[in-house]
């Protein structure tokens, strides 16, 4: 099983419309959980971080997490054209130090490809 | 100045040949991380340095060898690379190793080895 898993798409939905980007992560224990987006020839730029279950809403994004299920969602809702880009996400699991101190590791899904057409 | 800034952007090599990428975080941050990112696959973490100090090395090859002297650089020198080793080379920053730190990416050093 992939530690963080999304369907790496491509999804392709008509301007205005709302895009749903889902994710399903391994590690029970994960405490924190972030999206970015990913424009072609570009690096991954922070748009959304979660903490808790429940949803976090900012602006035309919502992420929505469900800790018992281990899933974590990001709607964008009136999307344009200008959305289209790679979602990855990305979520804080356990990893351990030399020492056995353990630390928050980033670790990221594939990525799911969003079109967003006029 | 951009938070986190990579150097060279591009980068074409032999597989003979020895470079570095450079890597410099201008937030103040004490962790600092190298990528993989090939196509089709998800972003690879490489290593991971806290305070100068690497954290975690996630069985990368020898012929990729880091390099921390401060919090604010972080190198990547390369020797002896393999043609599967082209890939953007991602560096990011975050306030600390440790759980709800987001991490900032500079904008990646795109590999090609002939």
């Known amino acids: 099983q992939k530690e963080v898993e999304q369907n790496s798409g491509p999804l392709s939905v008509p301007e205005g419309a709302i895009a749903s980007l889902n994710c399903t992560y391994s590690?029970?224990?994960?405490?924190?959980f972030f999206w970015y987006r990913q424009y072609s020839g570009k690096s991954p730029e922070l748009i959304m971080s979660i903490y808790s279950n429940g949803d976090k809403e900012d602006g035309r994004f919502t992420a929505q997490l469900n800790k018992a299920s281990q899933y974590v969602s990001l709607l964008i809702r009136d999307s344009q054209p200008s959305d289209s880009a790679t979602y990855l996400c990305?979520?804080?699991?356990?990893?351990?130090?030399?020492?056995?101190?353990?630390?928050?590791?980033?670790?990221f899904g594939q990525g799911t490809i969003l079109t967003v057409h006029p | 100045e951009t938070g986190v800034t990579q150097t060279p952007r591009h980068l074409v090599m032999g597989m003979t040949n020895k470079k570095s990428l450079k890597c410099e975080q201008h937030?103040?941050?004490?962790?600092m991380y190298w990528y993989k990112q090939s196509a089709k696959k998800p972003l690879e973490l490489m290593f991971v340095?806290?305070?100068?100090?690497?954290?975690e090395n996630n069985s990368v090859p020898s012929r990729f060898s880091p390099e921390c002297p401060n919090s604010s650089h972080l190198f990547l020198h390369l020797h002896t690379l393999q043609p599967e080793d082209s890939a953007l080379y991602l560096c990011?920053?975050?306030?600390?190793?440790?759980?709800?730190?987001?991490?900032?990416f500079g904008q990646g050093t795109r590999l090609t080895v002939v």
């Open positions: 990011a920053s975050s306030v600390r190793v440790g759980w709800g730190t987001e991490a900032f």
């Open positions: 590690d029970r224990g994960s405490q924190s």
């Open positions: 937030l103040g941050h004490n962790a």
């Open positions: 340095y806290s305070l100068e100090e690497r954290v």
């Open positions: 990305a979520v804080n699991m356990k990893g351990a130090d030399a020492g056995g101190t353990s630390y928050g590791k980033l670790t």
